[in-house]
Every structure is written in structure tokens, then in C-alpha cells.
């Protein structure tokens, strides 16, 4: 994913907000990162720069433990030599969005929604990423490109819904977030805004008073679904940003990806699970993995997925289990696998 600052849609404010100091600060060395984490090496380390850079913000940071080279957080974000592989069967598009994209930056799969892809950056590299090779100087919108994926939705009227994707949408600015909102907000067959997003757990100060002050102004409907993946993701931090979101009325869902050697366990995914209701969210999908190029260590075979998932709606209510689930090129929506 280059990391090209779009400048059309970036603000220079005269005070950087603390979002904007620790995002800046996220692009440290693999050397920097093992000796804040008081490691002398790690086995799995690529010693070659990665073209998708090493990207860790803080919050994130704080969260893994020091001296352990297998925590499964260091793991989602260390670039590994295995991501060179080539291996049969892990493509560099596995998805084939292109195939669905009638405008730059706008995905339409499903009838009812619309996905934007509203920029290429994210405050956190994770090293499973499947956009992590998407031609996103294809899809960098500008501001007139917004302009007609919006035209778009509004001549539409099935859609009801239009998901904020990326990157990380939340990359974009408060004014230009504010901007977009409102545009949407004003076409009247679009009731649910959705913004998917994994700044909660990598920097949550990305939750701005106003932020949450534009989004409950909105007449549309606000979903915020997290992507969370591990429990130790989840602190203070989490806690405070998903009340706030909370109390300004916004829908708070999880997603998660089944990641070797990370949370391909029951136990750890139960206990997920718990810690997300506990800060007011629900889980809503444990996606397998895409099947994408650099990302093949990360995968487990199907039949063990599904036997962790049984083990996991043994172990939870119905409304804390996620719905476990993959994408397939071509079908009209996710694909829901079944725990038998
Ligand atoms: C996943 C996805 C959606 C949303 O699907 P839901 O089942 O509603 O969460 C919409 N559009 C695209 C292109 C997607 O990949
Ligand atoms: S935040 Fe999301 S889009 Fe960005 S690298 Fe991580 S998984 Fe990919």
C-alpha cells in the first residue's frame, strides 16, 4: 500500500491534533520496534524494507508485551520473510473488486450497499491485509470523484446504505469526514452510514469531540464496525473511545479475521468475544482469511476454522458469537459457513 498523502483531502490545521502527532510518529524501523519491546531478534524478522512498510502507532504499541516474540499483536504488524513466498492459490487481488468497481474508489457488490474506498492510508500495517497490493493509485479519490460516487448512490434508490472503507477511512480528516458526511446525509434514500475502521484499537484518539459532534448531527443512522482480532487489542483506551461513540448514538460492531498463531483458538476468540460486550460492542463477522499474496502464513485449513468456530458457539450466548464467514468473487453476499 504506497503511502501517498492525498492532498486534496488532507487539512493543515495550525495546532496537529494528538491523532495527527502519534499518526505521524507510526513508520519506526523493525530495528526500533524489537528494541522498544526488549528484543534482541526476532526468527521471523524480513531483513529486506518490505514494500508495505512496518506501521505501528503507539496506542498499539503499548498494548504488546515486551520480551514475548510470539505476542499476537507484535505478530499482526512484523514484516516477515515468509511474505515473499510465492505461493500457488494466494493472489495479489484475491477479491476481484475491480470487477465491481462501475467508478474509481466506489465498490458496488451487493444491491443495497455501496463501498467508497476513501483513501490508501491506515494508521497501522497489518501484515494480513488484503488490500495490502489493491492499485490504490487507481482508486485515490478526489474530491470530484466523491462528486459522482455520490451521484451514483443518490440515482440508486436501492441503496440504503454506504460503507466508509479504505485504508482506513477514519485517515481522512474531521473537516474533510464532515464534508462527505453531510453529502451523504443529504441523499435522502440513504438511511445507515457505515464506517469500517480499525483505529479503535491502534488510535483511538482518532475519536474527536468533533468527530463524534458531526456524527450526531446526522440524520443517517451511524454503524462503526471495529476490526479487532485479538483480545489484548482492547484496553482502557477502547473502553473510553466506544462509550463516547456510544453515547452519541452510534451502532458499535466488531469483525475480526481468523489469524494463525494469533487467535485461531476457541478460548481466545470467547474471550474476544466477552471483552468487546463488556465495551459495548457486539460481534458481527469472523471473516476467514483472503486468500492474498505475502499473507499465506496466516491462513488455516477450513475444517480447523470450523472446528475452532464450534468450539466457540459451544462456549458463548448467540448474541456474542460472530457469524463465521468468507468472502467468494461473484456472490451476492458473504458467505456464512455453519458450525456442523
Ligand atoms: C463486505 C462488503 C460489504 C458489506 O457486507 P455486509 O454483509 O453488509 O457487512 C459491502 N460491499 C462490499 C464490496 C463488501 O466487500
Ligand atoms: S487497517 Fe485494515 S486496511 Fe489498513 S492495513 Fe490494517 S487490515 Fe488493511
Same mark, same amino acid.
Given at each position: 500500500m504506497p503511502n501517498i498523502k492525498l492532498k486534496s483531502m488532507t487539512d493543515t490545521p495550525a495546532q496537529p491534533s494528538q491523532w495527527k502527532k502519534i499518526l505521524s510518529a507510526s513508520t519506526i524501523s523493525a530495528q526500533d520496534?524489537?528494541?522498544?519491546?526488549?528484543?534482541?531478534?526476532? =526468527? /521471523? &524478522?524480513d531483513q529486506n524494507a518490505p514494500s508495505f512498510p512496518l506501521r505501528v502507532p503507539e496506542p498499539f504499541l503499548n498494548k504488546i508485551e515486551k520480551g514475548n516474540p510470539n505476542d499476537p499483536l507484535l505478530l499482526q504488524v512484523l514484516p516477515q520473510a515468509q511474505e515473499s513466498l510465492d505461493i500457488e492459490g494466494?493472489?495479489?487481488? =484475491? /477479491? &476481484?473488486?475491480?470487477?465491481?468497481?462501475?467508478?474509481?474508489?466506489?465498490?458496488?457488490?451487493?444491491?443495497?450497499?455501496?463501498?467508497?474506498?476513501?483513501?490508501?492510508?491506515?494508521?497501522?500495517?497489518?501484515?494480513?491485509?488484503?488490500?495490502?497490493?489493491?492499485?490504490?493509485?487507481?482508486?485515490?479519490q478526489s474530491r470530484q470523484q466523491w462528486q459522482q460516487a455520490l451521484d451514483y448512490v443518490a440515482t440508486r434508490s436501492e441503496i440504503s446504505e454506504v460503507i466508509l472503507s479504505g485504508g482506513d477511512p477514519l485517515s481522512l480528516s474531521d473537516s474533510s469526514l464532515e464534508e462527505l458526511f453531510d453529502k451523504i446525509d443529504r441523499i435522502t434514500s440513504v438511511k445507515r452510514i457505515r464506517i469500517?475502521?480499525?483505529m479503535l484499537p491502534s488510535l483511538p484518539q482518532r475519536i474527536t469531540s468533533r468527530l463524534l459532534k458531526v456524527i450526531s448531527n446526522l440524520r443517517c443512522k451511524v454503524i462503526l464496525v471495529a476490526h479487532c482480532n485479538h483480545p489484548n487489542e482492547l484496553a482502557n483506551d477502547t473502553e473510553r473511545a466506544f462509550l463516547r461513540l456510544k453515547e452519541h448514538g452510534v451502532t458499535l460492531l466488531n469483525q475480526s479475521v481468523m489469524l494463525r498463531h494469533i487467535n485461531d483458538d476457541a478460548q481466545i476468540l470467547q474471550a474476544l468475544s466477552e471483552k468487546l460486550?463488556?465495551?459495548?460492542?457486539?460481534?458481527?463477522?469472523?471473516?476467514?482469511?483472503?486468500?492474498?499474496?505475502?499473507?499465506?502464513?496466516f491462513d488455516l485449513p477450513r475444517s480447523e476454522a470450523k472446528q475452532i468456530y464450534k468450539e466457540l458457539c459451544a462456549q458463548l450466548p448467540g448474541f456474542l458469537t460472530p457469524k463465521l464467514a468468507e468472502e467468494q468473487p461473484g456472490d451476492g453476499s458473504k458467505r456464512v459457513l455453519s458450525n456442523h
Open positions: 520496534l524489537l528494541i522498544r519491546l526488549e528484543l534482541d531478534e526476532h =526468527p /521471523l &524478522l494466494y493472489a495479489s487481488e =484475491p /477479491l &476481484l473488486e475491480q470487477n465491481f468497481s462501475p467508478l474509481p474508489g466506489l465498490i458496488h457488490k451487493y444491491s443495497s450497499r455501496v463501498l467508497l474506498i476513501l483513501t490508501q492510508s491506515c494508521a497501522i500495517h497489518c501484515r494480513y491485509c488484503f488490500r495490502r497490493n489493491f492499485p490504490y493509485s487507481e482508486h485515490q469500517h475502521t480499525r460486550f463488556a465495551q459495548g460492542v457486539l460481534p458481527y463477522y469472523l471473516f476467514t482469511l483472503d486468500k492474498v499474496a505475502g499473507a499465506a502464513h
